[in-house]
């Protein structure tokens, strides 16, 4: 059997479309911190290069001898590094707000967070391969069988969300792990509170953080006309949000849509990138690119990840190892989750969670972090019937 081209070559389609727009978008940060035009780009350009390299050489291995290797080293090595991250000097680490996020090494900075939710997929996907199955079992047996995950959960929730101070990375690891539970043989009613749980854990982490609450009330005063205006004046006076900084990144994530149009003002041309729209080539990669593709373009790189996520939940559906069929699942759901929760976030349709656009935002360790999770389920495809 062969590996599956055709996400090889979707997944270094839209790693090069990421390369092209780290020359185009960064153009105001790069006058504004003295860096060369190229700056951004010759760093995109190397990673991507890997990136692409380590796909392929992944997807050469045989998985009956390298998955479960591969897979726990990147779980328990990051695990360890998140556990320590705190702990290290600040010459070691680098921070954003206040959080330690990134281990600094000779010429590039690492995200383990970004591994790490490679490596909890596979733990994941072997563990439920072994514990659980699609036989009928009252929902009390059910949960003392979870009950193990939810404590590791609850460590990498405190990593992550406490430690770091990153509530969307936790968001999109608790929807994986609850529909992987699902595709594991779970009941809908287990599935069922497994969101309920996730969503009280959500709740808490926002109204025991100020900055989080303000963000939810920025976010409201966006939307709040739109929704309040159909409902009676009692209720939208209680609900309606007075106060709060102005939105002005949302407002020009906005602009910049509008802006592009149908075909866009084509690339290298976009105007809002000019010191309008911060963290244009990171956060808000997806609205730079709208203004200079326009909707065709942003169309067109939606139909790539769409397609990419469908090779994969393609290459989990004709596995015949559970281990293998629940791994792709969890890959997949990792990028469809991260896709739209940033997709949302720069609409305004949800709060910004600072979730990397798969492929696309600028950054090594989510390029690299990913490209290993489709040479993992590059390397499975040789196994599945395709």
Same mark, same amino acid.
């Given at each position: 059997?062969?590996?599956?081209?055709?996400?090889?070559?979707?997944?270094?389609?839209?790693?090069?479309?990421?390369?092209?727009?780290?020359?185009?978008?960064?153009?105001?940060?790069?006058?504004?911190?003295?860096?060369?035009?190229?700056?951004?780009?010759?760093?995109?350009?190397?990673?991507?290069?890997?990136?692409?390299?380590?796909?392929?050489?992944?997807?050469?291995?045989?998985?009956?001898?390298?998955?479960?290797?591969?897979?726990?080293?990147?779980?328990?090595?990051?695990?360890?590094?998140?556990?320590?991250?705190?702990?290290?000097?600040?010459?070691?680490?680098?921070?954003?707000?206040?959080?330690?996020?990134?281990?600094?090494?000779?010429?590039?900075?690492?995200?383990?967070?970004?591994?790490?939710?490679?490596?909890?997929?596979?733990?994941?996907?072997?563990?439920?391969?072994?514990?659980?199955?699609?036989?009928?079992?009252?929902?009390?047996?059910?949960?003392?069988?979870?009950?193990?995950?939810?404590?590791?959960?609850?460590?990498?929730?405190?990593?992550? +969300?406490?430690?770091?101070?990153?509530? @969307?990375?936790?968001?999109? &690891?608790?929807? $994986? =792990? !609850? %529909?992987?539970?699902?595709?594991?043989?779970?009941?809908?009613?287990?599935?069922?509170?497994?969101?309920?749980?996730?969503?009280?854990?959500?709740?808490?982490?926002?109204?025991?953080?100020?900055?989080?609450?303000?963000?939810?009330?920025?976010?409201?005063?966006?939307?709040?006309?739109?929704?309040?205006?159909?409902?009676?004046?009692?209720?939208?006076?209680?609900?309606?949000?007075?106060?709060?900084?102005?939105?002005?990144?949302?407002?020009?994530?906005?602009?910049?849509?509008?802006?592009?149009?149908?075909?866009?003002?084509?690339?290298?041309?976009?105007?809002?990138?000019?010191?309008?729209?911060?963290?244009?080539?990171?956060?808000?990669?997806? +609205?730079?690119?709208?203004?200079?593709? @326009?909707?065709?373009?942003? &169309?067109?790189? $939606? =139909? !790539? %990840?769409?397609?990419?996520?469908?090779?994969?939940?393609?290459?989990?559906?004709?596995?015949?190892?559970?281990?293998?069929?629940?791994?792709?699942?969890?890959?997949?759901?990792?990028?469809?989750?991260?896709?739209?929760?940033?997709?949302?976030?720069?609409?305004?349709?949800?709060?910004?969670?600072?979730?990397?656009?798969?492929?696309?935002?600028?950054?090594?360790?989510?390029?690299?972090?990913?490209?290993?999770?489709?040479?993992?389920?590059?390397?499975?495809?040789?196994?599945?019937?395709?």
């Amino acid at each position: 059997m062969q590996t599956d081209k055709t996400l090889f070559i979707l997944s270094s389609f839209c790693i090069f479309v990421g390369i092209v727009f780290s020359l185009s978008l960064p153009v105001f940060t790069n006058i504004y911190f003295n860096y060369s035009e190229f700056h951004f780009f010759i760093r995109q350009f190397g990673v991507g290069m890997l990136s692409i390299f380590v796909m392929w050489s992944l997807s050469r291995l045989n998985p009956e001898k390298s998955l479960t290797f591969i897979g726990f080293s990147i779980f328990l090595v990051c695990l360890f590094l998140m556990g320590i991250m705190h702990y290290l000097p600040e010459s070691l680490v680098t921070s954003a707000g206040g959080a330690k996020r990134w281990i600094r090494l000779p010429g590039f900075s690492l995200a383990p967070i970004e591994f790490f939710k490679v490596g909890f997929v596979y733990f994941l996907a072997w563990s439920f391969a072994r514990k659980l199955d699609e036989k009928k079992k009252a929902l009390k047996d059910e949960v003392k069988l979870i009950l193990p995950y939810v404590v590791v959960f609850i460590l990498v929730v405190y990593l992550i +969300a406490v430690m770091q101070n990153d509530l @969307g990375q936790v968001v999109v &690891l608790a929807l $994986t =792990l !609850a %529909i992987m539970l699902l595709f594991a043989g779970t009941s809908i009613r287990l599935f069922m509170i497994s969101l309920v749980g996730s969503f009280l854990i959500f709740a808490i982490a926002i109204f025991t953080s100020e900055h989080r609450i303000l963000r939810i009330k920025v976010w409201w005063s966006t939307i709040q006309n739109m929704i309040l205006s159909f409902l009676p004046q009692s209720i939208a006076k209680v609900l309606r949000v007075e106060g709060v900084p102005e939105p002005y990144q949302i407002s020009n994530s906005l602009n910049a849509i509008n802006h592009g149009g149908l075909f866009g003002q084509g690339i290298g041309s976009g105007s809002f990138k000019l010191g309008f729209l911060s963290e244009v080539h990171t956060d808000f990669v997806l +609205a730079g690119i709208a203004e200079e593709t @326009g909707f065709i373009g942003i &169309l067109i790189i $939606t =139909l !790539a %990840i769409f397609f990419i996520v469908y090779r994969i939940f393609k290459i989990a559906n004709r596995s015949q190892n559970r281990v293998y069929y629940l791994f792709s699942v969890g890959i997949g759901l990792l990028i469809v989750f991260s896709f739209l929760m940033n997709a949302y976030g720069v609409t305004s349709l949800t709060p910004i969670k600072g979730i990397a656009v798969p492929f696309l935002s600028y950054g090594g360790s989510s390029i690299l972090a990913l490209s290993i999770g489709i040479g993992m389920v590059l390397m499975v495809s040789k196994r599945a019937k395709l």
